[in-house]
């Protein structure tokens, strides 16, 4: 079963920098899109953002001109430059695959990593 790790959360300040990784467990040159994802406290998870197979991208309204997401497929992970953070980008981080695949598409989700903007 395909896993999702994701790492590179903390605690930084408003106007400050992270860079989330998303290591996959199996190739992802082939997965037809990475997305990133975000759950705020008694809030529903939301869609951060997408990186194609092709590498187009597309980003939520509220991250937009702040997040980049890349990816490396020699290193079958994916990562969310974060840029320009608010206090309400606090959330816990998650990435998942979407495909046709049901070993991807029904993949569990990983732990998520927190990111905390304070000051």
């Known amino acids: 079963q395909v896993q999702f790790v994701e790492s590179g959360g903390g605690l930084v300040q408003p106007g400050g920098s992270l860079r989330l990784s998303c290591a996959v467990s199996r190739s992802i040159s082939s997965i037809a899109a990475m997305g990133w994802y975000r759950q705020a406290p008694g809030k529903p998870r939301e869609l951060v953002g997408a990186i194609m197979a092709g590498g187009n991208t597309n980003y939520a309204d509220s991250v937009k001109g702040r997040f980049t997401i890349s990816r490396d497929n020699a290193k079958n992970t994916v990562y969310l430059h974060m840029n320009s953070l608010k206090p309400e980008d606090t959330a816990v981080y998650y990435c998942?695959?979407?495909?046709?695949?049901?070993?991807?598409?029904?993949?569990?989700w990983g732990q998520g990593t927190q990111v905390t903007v304070s000051s």
């Open positions: 998942k695959g979407r495909d046709s695949d049901p070993n991807i598409g029904f993949a569990p």
